[in-house]
């Protein structure tokens, strides 16, 4: 297991590599400016074929499954400057692992702050009595029976009031015969009399 997770991650360290490689030079030959559209044509789609590989490396079925792996430091710094070995190995994300800076990369307690206004949360919700909580569950259900009510209504009202989209059918006939005159002329007359 522990090969085949170093094979994958080594090759998924390539692939990454590929892909920052191909990002730093796009973004040198833009800040250098006089890129012509070929050749961003030309980046977009090795990153596109970069990218493509590194999704076909994560999710090979030989590939372990690396969210269910933990990772721990082994060793703290002592010091407080940064750690040059660990800043090069991470490419300057993390300067230090030190003990004080270790509780913020690695937390799964809540913020002493926060930890506290979740208990006075909970503390009120349990100050709540059955029957209050029955009660305000009846007044919101009344309330948007209520809401319901008002709003088919309204909708009922409103169909009443708009008229129907249905023409009489007089009207309609007449429409029909505009409509002919209008596409194929008929029904009109000449305004050419014959002269004698």
């Not at 012509?36 to 977009?44: A, L, Q």
């Not at 300067?95 to 509780?103: F, G, K």
């Not at 209008?182 to 009399?193: A, P, W």
Request: proline share 4%; charged share 25%.
């Amino acid at each position: 297991m522990e090969k085949e997770v170093d094979n994958a991650l080594s090759t998924i360290h390539q692939r990454v590599n590929g892909v920052k490689g191909s990002l730093q030079t796009f973004m040198r030959k833009l800040e250098l400016g006089g890129v012509i559209w070929p050749d961003v044509n030309e980046n977009f789609t090795t990153l596109a074929g970069q990218l493509n590989f590194l999704q076909k490396a994560l999710t090979k079925e030989d590939t372990p499954q690396l969210q269910n792996l933990v990772l721990l430091p082994l060793m703290t710094s002592t010091g407080t400057g940064p750690d040059t070995t660990l800043e090069q190995l991470t490419e300057g994300r993390i300067p230090y692992m030190a003990q004080d800076s270790l509780p913020n990369y690695l937390r799964t307690k809540l913020d002493l702050e926060i930890e506290k206004k979740e208990h006075f949360v909970n503390n009120e919700v349990d100050r709540i009595s059955e029957n209050n909580l029955q009660q305000q569950i009846c007044d919101l259900n009344n309330l948007s029976d209520t809401i319901s009510e008002i709003i088919q209504t309204t909708r009922d009202s409103w169909d009443d009031l708009t008229p129907h989209s249905r023409l009489p059918e007089n009207e309609n006939k007449e429409l029909n015969k505009l409509m002919s005159a209008l596409e194929t002329g008929k029904g009109l007359r000449s305004n050419n009399r014959k002269r004698g």
